[in-house]
């Protein structure tokens, strides 16, 4: 529960409330000015965490060089391998497959069901459990142009609006030509969206979004999808094997430069194998356990761009890698659940985000990146935010107001993972507002494909988060959870074909990773790092000071 | 080093470590210096990855809960559970039917229920979980699947099962029945369908594709708000 001085700007916010409903009674959602261009761009420049002085800098290693890329992302990149190629007998392959995916949410598996429908054998490694991703925990929905009212002209121009008219087209396109089918798809393999009793789908808007766009199922949209999808895997034994706790840490080329296998790792027996595969598909979604600038993340343990070091070692080109999306409304309050994801659906169905005096700033709906830059500028500039006990400043998401708007039991209906969240905590979001403050969320950029999920090394592909392009510089809400099912099955689709089609495979090489590492050698970095990173480090420092061991002999360490 | 803040003691696998007061079980685990590859997932309570058992001081019962979102307390002992080997049976959801038929097929365990409530007792989710299994005894798919939306597999409920019913897939057989054969099809989304295949939206997204974007933001900010 809130303490007292806390409770006092509650007491404005309660004060202020009534005022507030009728506005939103006699408004609908335009209860404030939307921003104009310019307005956007103003407020972006000064207040979004993206143009702060230090955070992008060149890329000094592989084919972005001297690109400015999110600091921590040109840290990343610029890192050794966790092996050492002379070490592996590429005669040798441990496991021969047509279709290799790494990485297991909803990206992941759509790729492989797909696949697997064209005939051919996939194999699906994960880090992870199956299905254990950040597709698991999207919250809020999935966009698609269903409704009459909307058109997928329509949804392209809030997509391309949102991203700053830096998405790329045939993506965009690709996204929205698909989605109304990727609905379809998702109901026949029995996924509960939230519907009338008639069959009509229920949509509501999202930020950015034009018209009322935007499917859930409840507040847990990801998992209805994602455990349909895992549940699916588990049942085609025969087409699709999968290996769990397996990271993949380099791909394997080939004397044709097209890309026909991959080392991976197993996490518990530390054993490094060799994959050989026609086709081989990245999935392994973003990178918000890079904690970029030091901020909170909503994302997944295992959420450490991967991918993205994988694809970049192989020559593959990085796109929009120097763009950061942080979700408007992390949890700020109780300590427990700090950067968590407080679903931008609240603000969809009626939570007005106010600050300490109970006043509304902002209007709720304007794309990601704005309505953070938004609040940010309450708390920094303008001074209006709340402070919690350990000193951290964020602003009121006013959630009674849900059930004001909408009638009793609406947010009970509409938003139980979030009603069950704060009540472990002694908070009815019934009766009492949400502290928020934006955190990191997303990997607007990522690396570059066509519209068939194509990299533009042969035989590799890639789906879902570790993609770029598709969302410009800024994504939309619902839109990601769209991407993953739209260019999971059209990689899968595309993978299973080339494979089908046979492939004419050289010498295996690893010599795109020794040319890399010598790049990375010449800048002389100290000490060495090594990517990719597979697992974010949390351990304190004072157990760090004591963890001594010189070299690690054997598995002991 | 000494920490500031007020300390507890929890025993992580019988073993005793000082840890911050409020930390979550994943936190004190990591501050404890564990490096977490297992019973660890999303760690904000949605993938089920860290079912955790636990008893507190002075506390008979035997607890459960995920440890990303349970505080420890002065003298808690646990233990994790990283994963639950349970019975999933396989099956082609486009030849099923929504009914007791499939249940008793697939699920006859769920039969063996004797309504003893240790299931809902024991979920971190608070879902009725005795409730939907007695629904699906009944073949009342719908309500067992409204009922089980939440469950998020973590696998307490059938690690504590007297009868050995593995609740939690049967909860996703029954939500994959009602999605896939219960619930009304929406004729919006396949006339929609239609006119996409039919090339209806061609013409005008060839050339949004092709604008400038200066033309494209003009085109975006003129755009009707309809919401």
Redesign the interface.
């Known amino acids: 529960m809130y303490p007292d001085y806390m409770l006092e700007s509650i007491h404005k916010v309660e004060q202020t409330r009534p005022e507030r409903l009728e506005i939103a009674r006699r408004l609908g959602k335009q209860i404030y000015p939307a921003m104009t261009g310019p307005e956007r761009e103003a407020i972006l420049s000064r207040f979004h965490p993206d143009y702060k002085p230090d955070s992008r800098r060149a890329v000094r290693v592989g084919v972005n060089k001297g690109e400015n890329l999110t600091s921590e992302i040109a840290d990343l990149l610029e890192s050794y391998s966790r092996i050492k190629p002379e070490q592996f007998d590429l005669k040798k392959w441990d496991l021969e497959t047509d279709v290799l995916i790494i990485g297991a949410g909803s990206a992941g598996m759509s790729a492989a069901l797909t696949a697997a429908q064209q005939g051919v054998q996939v194999s699906l490694v994960t880090k992870h459990r199956l299905g254990d991703s950040n597709s698991m925990m999207a919250q809020g929905g999935i966009q698609a142009a269903t409704q009459r009212d909307d058109s997928p002209v329509i949804h392209f121009l809030d997509v391309v609006g949102g991203g700053h008219f830096d998405n790329l087209p045939a993506l965009v396109r690709a996204l929205v030509n698909d989605a109304p089918e990727s609905i379809k798809w998702l109901e026949e393999l029995g996924v509960m969206f939230d519907k009338k009793a008639d069959g009509t789908l229920l949509t509501v808007a999202g930020g950015g979004t034009s018209r009322n766009r935007m499917h859930s199922a409840r507040d847990y949209t990801g998992a209805a999808i994602c455990r349909v999808l895992r549940d699916e895997v588990y049942n085609q034994p025969d087409r699709i094997k999968y290996l769990e706790y397996t990271a993949i840490v380099e791909l394997i080329l080939d004397s044709h430069k097209q890309v026909i296998g991959a080392i991976a790792y197993h996490l518990e027996t530390k054993k490094y194998s060799l994959i050989k595969a026609r086709s081989i598909i990245i999935a392994t979604g973003g990178f918000g356990r890079l904690h970029i600038q030091g901020f909170e993340t909503t994302n997944h343990y295992g959420a450490t761009a991967d991918g993205l070091v994988l694809a970049y070692r192989a020559g593959v080109k990085l796109l929009y890698m120097d763009s950061v999306q942080y979700h408007p409304t992390g949890a700020l309050f109780p300590e427990q659940i700090v950067g968590f994801l407080c679903t931008e659906k609240i603000r969809s169905i009626g939570a007005q985000p106010v600050n300490k005096d109970g006043e509304l700033f902002v209007w709720p709906l304007e794309p990601r990146d704005v309505e953070s830059a938004a609040f940010i500028r309450e708390c920094v500039e303008r001074q209006k935010g709340v402070v919690t006990p350990s000193g951290k400043v964020g602003i009121w998401l006013d959630s009674p107001l849900i059930d004001q708007i909408n009638g009793p039991g609406f947010t009970e209906k509409s938003l139980p993972a979030m009603l069950r969240q704060y009540r472990r905590f002694d908070i009815d979001i019934r009766e009492f507002p949400m502290l928020v403050y934006p955190t990191l969320h997303y990997q607007n950029g990522g690396v570059t494909i066509n519209d068939h999920g194509e990299t533009t090394l042969p035989g590799l592909y890639v789906a879902g988060e570790a993609a770029g392009g598709i969302h410009g510089r800024n994504r939309l809400m619902g839109n990601s959870q769209l991407d993953i099912i739209v260019f999971g099955r059209r990689s899968g689709l595309h993978a299973a074909l080339r494979a089908k089609k046979g492939v004419k495979f050289g010498k295996p090489s690893l010599q795109h990773v020794l040319a890399y590492e010598k790049e990375v050698a010449e800048l002389g970095i100290n000490p060495k790092k090594i990517a990719p990173i597979l697992l974010p480090d949390y351990i304190p420092d004072h157990v760090k000071a004591k963890q001594l061991t010189v070299e690690y002999f054997g598995n002991l360490f | 080093?000494s920490?500031p803040r007020e300390m507890v003691t929890v025993l992580i696998m019988g073993e005793a470590y000082e840890v911050p007061a409020?930390?979550?079980i994943i936190?004190a685990m990591?501050?404890?210096?564990f490096?977490?590859?297992?019973g660890?997932?999303?760690?904000?309570?949605?993938?089920g990855?860290c079912a955790t058992v636990y008893r507190l001081k002075g506390d008979y019962k035997l607890r459960g809960g995920l440890a990303c979102?349970t505080?420890v307390s002065d003298g808690m002992t646990l233990a994790q559970i990283p994963?639950v080997p349970a019975e999933?049976p396989?099956?082609?959801?486009?030849n099923l039917t929504p009914d007791i038929n499939a249940i008793k097929v697939l699920f006859p365990t769920v039969f063996r229920c004797v309504a003893c409530n240790t299931c809902t007792k024991a979920c971190p989710?608070?879902i009725k979980v005795m409730d939907y299994i007695q629904a699906l005894k009944r073949g009342d798919i719908a309500k067992a699947?409204d009922l089980s939306?939440?469950c998020?597999?973590c696998g307490l409920c059938a690690l504590r099962c007297p009868a050995e019913i593995v609740q939690y897939n049967a909860a996703?057989?029954a939500?994959?029945?009602?999605?896939?054969y219960l619930?009304?099809?929406?004729?919006?989304?396949?006339d929609?369908?239609a006119e996409?295949k039919a090339g209806k939206?061609q013409a005008?997204?060839d050339e949004?594709?092709?604008l400038k974007?200066e033309d494209?933001?003009q085109?975006?900010?003129k755009?009707?708000?309809?919401?």
């Open positions: 080093m920490d409020g930390s979550t936190m990591e501050y404890a210096g490096q977490l590859k297992k660890v997932g999303c760690r904000e309570g949605f993938c990855a979102q505080v994963f999933k396989l099956y082609d959801i486009q989710q608070e699947a939306f939440d998020i597999r996703t057989l939500q994959r029945l009602y999605g896939r619930a009304k099809r929406s004729p919006e989304l396949e929609r369908i996409i939206y005008e997204l949004l594709s092709s974007k494209l933001s085109r975006y900010y755009r009707e708000i309809k919401l």
